[in-house]
């Protein structure tokens, strides 16, 4: 069983490279993409053995954009010429592991083919419908001078009174979810085969135009691939569904609190290591390389069984 590990990073560098080192096994590899407004030498690390790969197709990821989702497609393409990985896994340089590596691998191993992706259909009366019936151009607007952006937000906004309806692509159903997914190698394989067609041109081309494409495109991809069936929760939630699903359901290997009273989502201190500890989940985030200082001591020493001899004021 091998794992490669995804990562698309653009702040937060001491946690980043604390994240790899915590992962790092002989059974897993880093694909990482650095934010190309960044510095890619803070990232680096003398320590980092050959298994840290930073790809050099880098983008200036903006949030929202089809940029981002240009990015996850770099790393998934550079990451599956190597044949070697049974699992591909998407985390962000603020994620951190929650189960040490003996754990995620046996893990992994005993659910194989599975995959761990959040899912649910975006048709009429879902929740954020309009991320794809109206035209978004948010890589524009914010790579515009900033004379010219409000322009372009206020085209926006005429486009979604004025023009009809966006139709989705032909002969197929939209899905939505989490951009931290875990898929197997037959899947991530498919999904590259597909972008490296004609027919991927088009669908390319929709998804430029909507908002938030990194929590559709591949969701789209996988549910309406013979692969869906091997989703976490398929059975459950779409083949032997009984209603419509109007949000998401939580099928991948994340603990992520998005209570309304803390950050968007919430930030992790050490008033959250017993709901850390408690939870199932293979990885957590949001993490800080400050605020979070003392709870990753804590999930190093008692979750990880790693650093005992750092102190944790390090």
Known sequence: MKIAYL?????????????????????????????????????????????????KNRISVIQGGFSLTQAM?????????????????????????????????????NNYPMNFINFYPLLENADCINNIKKYYFIDLIYRSPRILQKTIEAIQL??????PDRSFIKNM??????????????????????????????????????????EIFFQTLVLNSPYAQQCRYYDRDIKNSM????????????????SWDREDPAVFDIGDFQTLKACDALFARKFCENKSKKLLYYIDHYLLKTNKQKSANE
């Open 173 to 214: 159903i939209p899905y939505r979810g989490s951009q931290w997914f875990c898929l197997n190698r037959l899947t991530i394989d498919y999904i590259v085969k597909f972008i490296n067609s004609q027919n991927a041109n088009r669908y390319r081309g929709f998804f430029k135009y909507v908002w938030g494409s990194d």
């Open 243 to 258: 209603g419509f699903m109007r949000n998401e359901n939580k099928a991948y290997l994340h603990y992520i609190d998005w």
């Open 73 to 109: 497609i770099n790393l998934v393409k550079t990451a599956s010429i190597l044949n070697e990985f049974d699992y591909f896994i998407f985390l962000s340089g603020r994620d951190y592991p929650i189960k040490d590596n003996n754990y995620i691998f046996n893990f992994l191993r």
């Open 7 to 55: 990562i698309i990073a653009h702040d937060q560098p001491r946690q980043f490279k604390r994240m790899i080192k915590a992962l790092d096994s002989e059974y897993g590899s880093f694909f990482v993409h650095i934010d190309s407004k960044r510095n890619i030498s803070e990232f680096s690390c003398p320590d980092f053995r050959d298994n840290v790969i930073f790809i």
């Open 158 to 163: 005429i486009s979604h009174e004025l023009l």
